[in-house]
């Protein structure tokens, strides 16, 4: 009797999807540890930067230095990139950080199509579940693995591991927490699915109002509402940081301005102030006013300038406590 390898994984042909870093550790892991990743598929190359030159997605990058072949279909439905997906014989597909894909391709492979995605389903669909978590002052999240089916970040469960936020937590720090519980999750159920022992879960669906979504933030979302309290806005910040980031108007300048502001510190005391008024001594801090207390600013960055601390931020700042955040 031959014994079943201790990797059955690495006899798979995979094909890889993803775009940003988030996707790229999972990915080395795979190749690193020899798995057959027959192809990368990424989104196009897309103009960015002033001379807006095209910029290639971080899983290209890292595609291209590992020598793997590459797909950049403008349009997922298209029949020339569908035969080229189905000439790759794939067993098994991985998305993290990609598109929605039309049942077409995630059906095609023989073994289907798992998506890694940075939260504990059901909490927590849609497209930024490392902010809204923070945001909502959560103090634990998670990475799942999922098969894919019709609806969006619904299909059954295949895997999860628990991540703690910390206090210190921000958006950057997280999204870093949460990719390497990744890299280890998508290498245990890749071998799950190779081995036969997945034990897909249905999701388990609560009463209306108990699951929190995470839909994409837009602009309006990352402004700040001064006469919230000083813990829901200490979240907002740090959900929001390092990017998109969360913002402010600041009036009482020759022209009012959007400041961008990236580290907080929260101090509760009762006060009779309004909202948004702003305090420093000029050299070392710039507080303002919130619904039970003060906002500390630790970081900031005005339109057009660089990202600073607030002690560089004062010294080239002068006037600043007869402006006021609106």
């Given amino acids: 009797m031959t014994d079943r390898p201790a990797t059955p994984g690495k006899g798979l042909r995979i094909v890889y999807m993803g775009t940003p ?7 080395r892991r795979l190749v690193e ?36 072949p590459v797909l ?39 073994l289907g199509t798992f998506n890694l995605h940075a939260s504990l389903l059901p909490q927590y669909r849609g497209a930024a ?34 991540v703690a936020i910390s206090p210190e ?26 081995a036969g022992t997945a ?7 609560s009463e209306k109002g108990l699951l929190k979504e995470a839909p994409k933030i837009f602009k309006d979302d990352c402004r700040i509402d001064w006469s919230e309290t000083g813990e829901n806005i200490r979240n907002l910040v740090r959900g929001l940081s390092p990017y998109p980031a969360a913002w402010s108007a600041l009036s009482g300048t020759q022209e009012s301005s959007n400041v961008k502001i990236y580290e907080v510190r929260f101090e ?16 070392k801090y710039l507080k303002t006013t919130c619904a039970d207390g003060y906002i500390l600013i630790g970081e900031l960055q005005m339109a057009g300038k660089k990202r600073m601390k607030t ?16």
Wanted: net charge negative.
């Fill in 169 to 194: 937590d921000n958006a950057g720090t997280l999204h870093d927490k949460l990719m390497n519980a990744g890299v280890e999750l998508v290498t245990e159920t890749v071998e799950a699915i190779a």
């Fill in 33 to 68: 540890e020899g798995y057959q990743v027959v192809s990368v598929i990424t989104m196009p190359d897309k103009p960015a930067g002033r001379g807006l030159k095209l910029q290639e997605s971080a899983v290209k990058r890292y595609a291209k230095e590992a020598g793997i």
């Fill in 268 to 283: 509760r005391a009762i006060h009779s102030h309004p909202p948004g008024m702003l305090f420093t001594d000029g050299k």
């Fill in 72 to 110: 950049q279909p403008e349009k997922l439905k298209n029949p020339e990139f569908v035969a080229q997906f189905r000439a790759l014989n794939a067993d098994l597909a991985i998305v993290i950080a990609f598109r929605m894909l039309p049942e077409i391709i995630w059906s095609s492979p023989r």
């Fill in 129 to 162: 579940p490392i902010n809204w978590a923070l945001i909502n002052g959560e103090n634990r999240t998670g990475v799942t693995t999922f098969m894919l089916n019709h609806e969006i970040d619904k299909g059954d469960i295949l895997g999860q591991h628990e």
């Fill in 199 to 205: 034990r897909p879960i249905v999701q388990p669906e």
């Fill in 21 to 27: 870093d988030f996707a790229v550790a999972p990915l």
């Fill in 311 to 326: 002690e560089e931020f004062l010294r080239g700042f002068k006037g600043i406590e007869n402006c006021r955040f609106e």
